[in-house]
């Protein structure tokens, strides 16, 4: 089983910047592809951003491509999400996902373990 546990999220105004983190702890920890993915209210979740189990492959929603970073620490046990130019419509929930040796998958369905999400909200 994999933990994971997000921080970084809060309010910033359009133009602004937040960077997220997840960690994870558990089995395989380090050798997870992670991913986050974001829920509007009223909308379904989707894709955001997804990195390797190795840190090889990357892969983004066009939605989010020249703005989010996502990025895994030495020990491969984090990953980070580094937002920028940030748009009201980025709002959402934003949750980390992780699978042990996965690739960076853009599908829900690729992950089995979830964290339970951290709030971004970006004022117009």
């Known amino acids: 089983q994999v933990q994971l546990v997000e921080s970084g999220g809060g309010l910033v105004q359009a133009g602004g910047s937040l960077r997220l983190s997840c960690a994870a702890s558990?089995?395989?920890?380090?050798?997870?592809?992670m991913a986050w993915f974001r829920q509007a209210p009223g909308q379904e979740r989707e894709f955001v951003a997804a990195?390797?189990?190795?840190?090889?492959?990357?892969t983004y929603a066009d939605s989010v491509k020249g703005r989010f970073t996502i990025s895994r620490d030495n020990a491969k046990t984090a990953v980070n999400l580094q937002m920028n130019s940030l748009k009201p419509e980025d709002t959402a929930v934003y949750y980390c996902?992780?699978?042990?040796?996965?690739?960076?998958?853009?599908?829900?369905?690729?992950?089995?373990?979830w964290g339970q999400g951290t709030q971004v909200t970006v004022s117009s």
């Open positions: 558990g089995r395989a920890s380090n050798s997870v592809a």
């Open positions: 990195i390797s189990w190795n840190g090889v492959i990357t």
């Open positions: 996902a992780a699978e042990p040796f996965g690739s960076a998958a853009n599908s829900q369905s690729s992950y089995r373990h």
